[in-house]
């Protein structure tokens, strides 16, 4: 079983549409969970990141982290064209520098 | 703006060649590492440098060196390049534990 798991996708959603982009973990020691977000042909980019449980908010990004059921969510609100592209998480225990990716899920928006 | 970059953004080389992927960061970050993101399978840690000289072995280390001879630079060696190591590569850099900045990626197929 991977650390992280992550459905591929495609995820196809049509411009203006909530999407809700999921991950599993299986280590309990993870404190902090990464959203990175890649477009085609490109490096990965730090999108948001949160610490133990909880919500945060960033513009029209929401990550939430339910440690109790090792679940981790990243809401988009209003989605665009140009949100089009692979969405990476990737936990981390504290004070460790080494990041546990998930495979990632490709994300389509309609316009 | 934090910006690393690869000496190549497409390689191609024939099996049992050298093969040297060149990062670069202008950031003055200590740590350095060397990924390979594979379709399914995520982004996987092959080295890790955390100062000049000093390395750590990753989750995928075999048929891999470095090299960090200056803190800006990190080099990635294929000592024998394998049909196996066809991937893409990627580079990032971090300052302690926080965010790894990302290269642009070398796409490398070995024939």
């Known amino acids: 079983q991977k650390e992280v798991e992550q459905d591929p996708g495609p995820l196809s959603v049509p411009e203006g549409a909530i999407v809700s982009l999921n991950c599993t973990y299986s280590n309990s020691a993870f404190q902090y969970f990464m959203w990175y977000r890649q477009y085609s042909r490109k490096g990965p980019e730090l999108l948001m990141y949160?610490?133990?449980?909880g919500n945060k908010e960033d513009g029209r990004f929401t990550a939430q982290v339910d440690k109790s059921s090792k679940y981790i969510s990243l809401f988009i609100r209003d989605s665009q064209p140009s949100d089009s592209a692979t969405y990476l998480c990737a936990p981390r225990m504290d004070s460790s520098y080494k990041l546990i990716f998930g495979s990632g899920t490709r994300l389509l928006v309609r316009p | 703006d934090v910006k690393v970059t690869q000496s190549s953004r497409y390689l191609v080389k024939r099996t049992g060649e050298k093969v040297f992927l060149e990062c670069v960061q202008d950031?003055?970050?200590?740590?350095m590492f060397w990924y390979r993101q594979d379709p399914g399978l995520g982004l996987r840690l092959i080295y890790f440098?955390?100062?000049?000289?000093?390395?750590e072995k990753g989750d995928i280390p075999e048929g891999y060196s470095v090299s960090r001879e200056k803190k800006e630079r990190f080099s990635l060696i294929l000592e024998s390049a394998s049909t196996n190591q066809t991937s893409m590569y990627l580079c990032?850099?971090?300052?302690?534990?926080?965010?790894?900045?990302f290269g642009p990626g070398t796409r490398l197929t070995v024939l």
């Open positions: 950031m003055d970050h200590e740590n």
């Open positions: 440098s955390y100062d000049v000289k000093m390395k």
């Open positions: 949160t610490y133990s449980s």
């Open positions: 990032a850099s971090s300052p302690g534990t926080d965010t790894q900045y």
